[in-house]
């Protein structure tokens, strides 16, 4: 069974920094892509970043470019959110995305999703 | 990048059929794969529909998915509805470096 949990959330000042983890089981991660996706609250949601199986290709929205760095460790099946420089419009729960398929390079869509980790950007 | 425009909200009667569509900013509907997602409030979305047309295991054959290149939009179609259809509803796309979802739209089952 595919499961997929979420860490990391929390109150943040605006300015600073917080890391999101992803702890995936239940499928070979390596071989997939994984995504961060959010959702404001009462929002819609928006897609972050992904980043591909082996981690040589990362993908970011427009919106955090340069502030947040999607990173993982094969070796102990986790995906990392490394979020700097954060917003008071950053504030959302932040979901981890499994992508269907298997050797995929980009991020298409995602197959299972987290339960989610609320961060709060607030002074 | 492209936009997916969604209606904000939609409303029907228990056991009639709703249509919920997806409409592409530019580009080609069909040039990559639509999928919809269903979120019911305080959870995390699940699939409904993907590859434009196709369900996963375990949801009803209610939900059916399409795509229309004329009006260059997605969608999706839950007939016999149930209450507990009630839920957001987001459209999502993907070109070759970034995913994009539609606005989500609120189905409202009474």
């Known amino acids: 069974e595919v499961q997929l949990l979420e860490s990391g959330g929390g109150l943040v000042q605006p300015g600073g920094s917080l890391r999101l983890s992803c702890a995936a089981s239940?499928?070979?991660?390596?071989?997939?892509?994984m995504s961060w996706v959010r959702q404001a609250p009462g929002k819609g949601l928006e897609w972050v970043s992904a980043i591909s199986g082996s981690g040589y290709r990362t993908y970011y929205a427009d919106s955090v470019k340069g502030r947040f760095t999607v990173s993982r460790d094969n070796s102990k099946n986790t995906l990392y959110l490394q979020m700097n420089n954060l917003r008071a419009e950053d504030t959302a729960t932040y979901y981890c995305a499994k992508d269907p398929y298997y050797g995929g390079e980009m991020p298409t869509m995602g197959d299972y999703w987290g339960q989610g980790t609320l961060v709060t950007v607030s002074s | 990048n492209f936009m997916l425009t969604q209606p904000q909200s939609v409303s029907e009667s228990p056991g009639k059929t709703v249509t919920i569509s997806c409409t592409r900013s530019s580009g080609s509907i069909a040039r990559n794969y639509v999928q919809w997602y269903q979120q019911r409030p305080g959870s995390s979305p699940t699939t409904v529909i993907y590859?434009?047309?196709?369900?996963p295991s375990g949801v009803p054959d209610r939900f059916s998915g399409s795509i229309d290149s004329s009006s260059n939009s997605a969608s999706l179609k839950i007939s016999g509805l149930k209450t507990e259809d009630e839920a957001d509803y987001y459209c999502q796309s993907y070109d070759s470096s970034n995913q994009v979802f539609g606005g989500g739209t609120k189905l409202t089952v009474l």
């Open positions: 590859e434009d047309n196709q369900r």
């Open positions: 239940g499928f070979t991660f390596s071989s997939y892509v």
